[in-house]
Structure formats: C-alpha cells, structure tokens
C-alpha cells in the first residue's frame, strides 16, 4: 500500500481528563457501537418482487481474466434453468459484487419466440496488478516500501504480493493465498518473510519491565494456512508457522564501556499454531458498502524445547458495522478487542499507532497486552463521476491498552489511552482493485501535541 505519515509537535495545549472521564467516553463509544450493531443483526431484508423468469439459459459476459467456473461456485442462478425470481437475480448480482473482482455489474434478458429467457450477467473487470509504494515520515522514523501485487492471477482471486521494506534496516515478503484456490470450499495461504526493525521499548506505570534500550529484531517467517469456507464469505482457517527471532539489544556508549553490564541477545526459535474465523455479511457497491463483518483468531507460540521460554498466547476480536445512508452517505464503525499474555516482555501483543488503531496519534505510540479501541467515521460523496468520486469524512477514533503486567484498574493509564479526531479525504476509483485512495488528519484530544498526516490505499477499515 502507499502510505505517507507525518506527526510533528506544533501545539501548546495540554488537556489532562481525570480516569471518571475517560471511562464515561469510552462507555459511550461502546453503548453507540452497541446499538448500530444490535439493529443489523436483527435487520431483515423483504424482497423487492416476485417476478418470474422462465430461464433458459444463465451467461456471464465480460470475463477476460476471471474464469467463469470460478463465479458460478457462488451463483444460485448459473447452471440452472426454470421459474426465477427476481430477487434470486438480483442476489447472485450482489454477489457478483461481492467478490471485489468487477468495476460494473449488471443484467439483462433476451426472450425467445417461446417465451423462454437467457439471462445474461454483464462484468466489467478491475485492473489486478498495482505496486506497492510506502513512504513513512514520523518524527524520527523514516520507513520505505516498494513492491507489487496482483490479484486474481489465476483468475480465481488468487493474490500474490512481493514486498521489499526499508525500517532501518531490510525486510522482505512474500506471500500465495486464496481462501478458494481448490474449490468453493477449501482453499490456502503460503507467507515467507523476513522482518528486520529496530523496536522502541517503553516502561509504563505499574509495569514490572523496565529496558529503556531499543532492540535490534530480526524475524524469519515462514508458515501456511488452510481455508474452510462452508458458505462464502465465511471462512475458518488453521495454520501455522516457524519463526526464529533474535533480540539484540543497543546499548549505549557508557553501557557500552561498562564491563558489568551486559545486553540483553537472545535466539529463539518459536512455533506458531493459529485458528481463526471471518464472516463477511458487508454488501458492496462502488464506493459504498453496507453490513457487517466479524472476525477473531487465537494464537499459541509454543518456543523449542532447547530453549527455556514460557509459552505465548493472543486473542484478537473485531466487529465491524457499515450502513449507507440517504445515497450519498456512509456510517462506518469497528470495535476490537484483545487479550494475550500478561507478563514482562520488551513487546507486548498490541500497540497504537496511525495504522493499526488511531489516525493521528504518532508510530507505534504504546504497547500493551490488553486491548479495546474503537474506530467510527462519517464518509460523504460530493463529487460522482461513472467511474470516480470523490469523498470526504469526519473520524474519532478512541484506544487504552492494558500496561505490560498490569491489571484491569490500569487501563486508562494517561500515556496508554488516545482518542483522536480529525477530517479526511478519499478518492475512489472503481476500475482499480482496492481503488480508494485515503488522506486523513487528525490531532489526539488528550495531548494536542501528537497529530499527524496518515496516506493510504483502501479504507482505513
């Protein structure tokens, strides 16, 4: 993705909350995010009409790449002929939709002398292979990316993605996977990466870990997934990696020159067993979407045997609402929750940063072992054009985290809790895989000094 950030100190304002306010902030962002998803779980569609299609015959026009056994694994229509109904139609164009491989959709009929009817979908395919361009300018980060991916290489909504990455010091990744590379069914995933970043370490109230040092980590990656889909879009997968990292410590020059003290550098070879499970109930349309999405995942890190490590584990949650409103409006809101093992470490489970959690508060800002946040923002088009539009939007966006070996009384610990706010920009493309382009700014409403400029492909979330 391309991605430009910016944070700089420009304010002078201080706003110091006291624990009672943060908490009634944070209890009405979650009863609002109650209540948006309460009303679309107990939604109900009506069908539209009951008109009837004697069908003869089911074609899909505009294919060019996509195969067209690959569309007819999730199409009620194709294959079949008889009485339809309008609605049925009218699902299996939404579906088409759905699979994020068309720029436009649509149908017609052709009716013979016998009254008999060929229904023809009519597609018009994105353009799947865009490079991967990242800059990142963060107070004293800078961070460059450059690759490419493609998608539907296979023209089965296959993805393959090369990526090379520049964080003081070098990175690379590579990554196959398609929940539906076998069939309707069963699908899978292949990741080879390694990850090399010099890691900020932070102390924290309450927090028995006390490096101020920053680490030199490197990881080495590689792993596979197995997808079970029994309806699309709702997917569980299994899997697992091997992972072997080093964690070398810099010292500084004076530690340095101090015989009695030394770093800390440590190998540890590690195995990853992961399940997790997606539903996708979110309905496209150009630059609109609408529904919900719901995800989770567990994962256990068991070291080797030779090493003399504990066993690591993560829970992670997410809910996801989207409602259209008044045709030119979009409500967007995301909840996460997550949990993992609560001892002493140099990098807990979880952080804050512009791209995980809260647009405008700075890069990787805190870590934690215990997370809430809470993303919302209101898109509005004022420019539509047959391919592009253009929109703008308005964020909060609110995140505490549970402090390395804290307890729950810590969660609203003044450096660990951000809730920032600010306005945006999307351009939308529609003949373009993931074609939105997103600019937004914002500020942190508890320490004005942290703001940034956040760039990106594809929505925030």
């Not at 994020?100 to 994105?126: A, M, P, R, W």
């Not at 900020?200 to 101020?212: C, E, G, M």
């Not at 500084?252 to 990853?272: V, Y």
């Not at 996801?320 to 409006?329: A, L, P």
């Amino acid at each position: 993705m391309f991605m430009v950030n910016i944070c700089a100190d420009f304010f002078d304002i201080e706003f110091k909350p006291s624990i009672k306010v943060l908490k009634q902030h944070f209890f009405i962002l979650f009863l609002i995010f109650s209540w948006f998803y309460s009303t679309t779980i107990l939604a109900q569609n009506t069908a539209e009409s009951d008109t009837l299609y004697n069908v003869s015959e089911v074609v899909i026009e505009g294919l060019k790449k996509t195969k067209d056994k690959h569309c007819a694994k999730f199409l009620n229509c194709f294959g079949k002929t008889g009485n339809f109904h309008k609605q049925m139609i009218k699902d299996d164009i939404q579906t088409l939709w759905n699979m994020g491989l068309f720029s436009q959709v649509l149908y017609t009929t052709e009716q013979d002398e016998n009254g008999q009817v060929k229904l023809i979908f009519k597609v018009q395919e994105k353009f799947y292979y865009l490079p991967i361009i990242g800059l990142d300018l963060s107070q004293e980060n800078v961070k460059l990316t450059l690759g490419a991916f493609g998608y539907n290489i296979l023209g089965n909504g296959t993805l393959l993605s090369a990526t090379y990455q520049w964080y003081d010091r070098h990175s690379v990744d590579v990554r196959f996977a398609n929940p539906y590379l076998f069939n309707d069914k069963w699908g899978a995933e292949v990741q080879f990466a390694r990850w090399a970043t010099v890691e900020p370490t932070q102390v924290y109230q309450n927090s028995l870990y006390k490096r101020d040092n920053d680490f030199e980590v490197t990881k080495w990656n590689a792993g596979a997934l197995v997808y079970y889909s029994p309806k699309f879009r709702n997917t569980i997968y299994l899997g697992g990696n091997y992972l072997k990292e080093r964690y070398l410590e810099r010292l500084t020059l004076a530690e340095i020159e101090d015989e009695e003290i030394t770093g800390i550098d440590f190998n540890i070879p590690k195995f990853l067993l992961k399940a997790g499970w997606q539903l996708n109930k979110v309905n496209y349309f150009y630059q609109y979407v609408d529904g919900w999405y719901f995800f989770t995942e567990f994962a256990n890190v068991l070291p080797d045997e030779s090493v003399n490590q504990t066993y690591f584990w993560k829970w992670e949650n997410q809910v996801k609402y989207f409602k259209r409103i008044c045709e030119k409006h979009n409500l967007a809101l995301r909840g996460i929750v997550g949990l993992s093992t609560n001892e002493p470490m140099p990098f807990p489970a979880f952080v804050q940063d512009d791209y995980v959690n809260l647009r405008g508060v700075g890069d990787r800002v805190g870590r934690g072992t215990a997370e809430f946040s809470f993303n919302s923002e209101w898109r509005s088009t004022i420019f539509d054009w047959k391919n592009a539009a253009i929109m703008t939007n308005v964020y909060l966006d609110a995140s505490t985290l549970r402090p390395i070996d804290g307890n729950w009384r810590d969660l609203f610990q003044k450096n660990l809790t951000h809730i920032t706010t600010g306005v945006g920009l999307r351009l939308f493309v529609s003949k373009f895989y993931s074609g939105v382009f997103r600019i937004d700014y914002g500020f942190d409403i508890l320490n004005p000094k942290q703001h940034g400029l956040v760039m990106g492909l594809g929505h925030y979330f």
